[in-house]
């Protein structure tokens, strides 16, 4: 009984080494076939194939870690990000603020001037707040009317001289016609000549100056101002300067382009005149 045990237990150890050679042989023959098709030393293979799982498995590690890593960065990144952000939006507002502040300052100011350069006449304060859909013709709507004691033909004013005219008024607006409108005429005289000529607004916007006799001397650079003749326009109003004079042939259609201080259509803040100097 003894021996037959033993011999199975040798039997046993002799398959089981009979497999390890097996596999052995089965792993040798693997081997070398890749090792043809990679074309490597067997060293070069086993080092390769060996230590592979052990280094991809290290390599995992590493990038887990830094995938941690770079999950906390990003998170400071974008809080970072978000406040930048709200700090950026609050300036823009503080800016804003400070740009309406600045207007409302230039706002005063011009209509401070006004008073000041107008001061020898009554007046009232407005502001343009409508264009005629006209494009035609030039013709605004002020903030000012009959209960701010405007009255139609008064002259309107801007921080660069004369405006034009109330041609209407309501409760608390009023019409106006600037002095550019094609229908436009007023008084003028030019520099120190006595004689007044007429200032007549035209389609391209800039009025000249008409009804100059023969042997006025006119040149380009003197000022335009009103004449005082009308009614309702007090003397010596500032309009603009002689940008050109004009003579045809026949000399009697001679007329002087004038130049004004501001395009009108961008003047916003005005004053009604009241009264004549």
């Known amino acids: 009984y003894n021996i037959n045990r033993g011999n199975m237990k040798n039997n046993k150890i002799v398959n089981i080494i009979i497999s390890l050679i097996v596999f052995v042989i089965l792993l040798v023959i693997i081997i070398l076939s890749n090792m043809n098709?990679?074309?490597?030393?067997?060293?070069?293979?086993?080092?390769?194939?060996?230590?592979?799982?052990?280094v991809n498995y290290k390599t995992?590690?590493?990038?887990?870690?830094?995938?941690?890593?770079?999950?906390?960065?990003?998170?400071?990144?974008?809080d970072k990000l978000k406040e930048q952000q709200k700090e950026l939006e609050q300036k823009k507002l503080?800016?804003?603020?400070?740009?309406?502040?600045?207007?409302?300052?230039?706002?005063?100011?011009?209509?401070l001037n006004l008073k000041n350069r107008y001061a020898s006449i009554e007046g009232v304060v407005g502001k343009v707040i409508e264009e005629s859909k006209n494009?035609?013709?030039?013709?605004?709507?002020?903030?000012?009317g009959k209960n701010q004691g405007i009255k139609e033909g008064m002259a309107v004013v801007y921080s660069g001289?004369?405006?034009?005219?109330v041609i209407s008024v309501n409760e608390n607006t009023s019409i106006v016609k600037r002095i550019i409108d094609i229908t436009s005429k007023v008084s003028v005289q030019i520099g120190t000549i006595k004689q007044s000529m007429i200032l007549e607004g035209?389609?391209?916007?800039?009025?000249?100056?008409?009804?100059?006799?023969?042997?006025?001397?006119i040149v380009k650079g003197m000022e335009?101002?009103?004449?005082g003749e009308s009614d309702v326009l007090p003397k010596g109003i500032y309009i603009g300067r002689v940008s050109e004079v004009v003579v045809p042939p026949n000399k009697i259609d001679t007329y002087a382009k004038v130049e004004l201080p501001e395009?009108?259509?961008?003047?916003?803040?005005i004053m009604v005149l009241k009264n004549k100097e």
Request: aromatic share 6%; proline share 2%.
């Open 37 to 54: 098709k990679e074309k490597v030393s067997f060293l070069e293979y086993i080092s390769k194939n060996i230590t592979k799982p052990f």
């Open 60 to 78: 995992f590690k590493e990038n887990e870690q830094m995938a941690d890593l770079d999950g906390v960065k990003y998170q400071e990144l974008k």
């Open 94 to 111: 503080e800016l804003r603020q400070i740009e309406i502040l600045n207007s409302k300052i230039a706002e005063l100011t011009e209509m």
């Open 135 to 144: 494009n035609l013709e030039e013709v605004v709507t002020i903030n000012v």
């Open 161 to 165: 001289g004369l405006y034009g005219k």
């Open 202 to 217: 035209n389609e391209e916007k800039n009025p000249k100056v008409t009804r100059i006799d023969d042997g006025i001397k």
């Open 224 to 227: 335009v101002v009103t004449s």
């Open 263 to 269: 395009n009108l259509k961008e003047v916003k803040n």
